[in-house]
């Protein structure tokens, strides 16, 4: 009852934080709703393999009979951290953004860790641990926003006149 309780719990308050922070208004809100996808896509692409092998299993979990992954930590806790993450380190210089993905997969790690001491809703097994946790979830985190950065450098540059004058300009020649 005690996993269950928790899980709900973590349930409600993703699905709450995923309203609040998706719908904020710094930055673009179509930006956010990228970075949710994209980090949702990661983590699938990831995390896969990774259940498959076993070395990291979910005990107890919504729709076991369909899904090996938890739901609410693979569609809506990790992807609503990363937009937290972009959100936080929106318009940072590059080594603060690196610097500050430490304070968004440092604390995840911990509360994994504890989740997985005492409770049954994550289980490492085959010497997975909580550094390789840590080291996967900084990974994405920054591969997402380095995805974002590019998209949004693409976006600048196809959406600026002056550039697309540039190039035709160019091509004539």
């Known amino acids: 009852m005690k996993d269950r309780t928790i899980l709900n719990l973590l349930t409600i308050f993703g699905i709450a934080g995923s309203l609040f922070f998706l719908l904020r208004r710094k930055g673009d809100m179509k930006d956010w709703f990228l970075i949710y996808f994209i980090k949702t896509l990661v983590s699938t692409i990831l995390d896969g393999p990774?259940?498959?092998t076993k070395y990291l299993q979910y005990p107890h979990r919504y729709f076991p009979k369909l899904f090996d992954s938890n739901i609410v930590f693979l569609y809506i806790l990790f992807p609503l951290s990363c937009v937290m993450?972009?959100?936080?380190?929106?318009?940072?210089?590059?080594?603060?953004t690196f610097l500050s993905v430490f304070l968004f997969s440092g604390p995840m790690t911990l509360f994994e860790n504890w989740l997985e001491k005492n409770t049954d809703l994550v289980k490492y097994n085959k010497g997975w641990n909580g550094y390789i946790t840590f080291i996967v979830l900084s990974f994405t985190f920054l591969l997402v926003k380095g995805c974002m950065e590019g998209i949004r450098?693409?976006?600048?540059?196809?959406?600026?006149?002056?550039?697309?004058t540039e190039r035709k300009e160019f091509t004539q020649s």
């Open 153 to 164: 450098f693409l976006d600048k540059k196809i959406s600026n006149p002056s550039i697309v």
């Open 85 to 96: 993450y972009n959100q936080f380190s929106y318009k940072m210089k590059p080594l603060k």
């Open 50 to 52: 990774v259940i498959k």
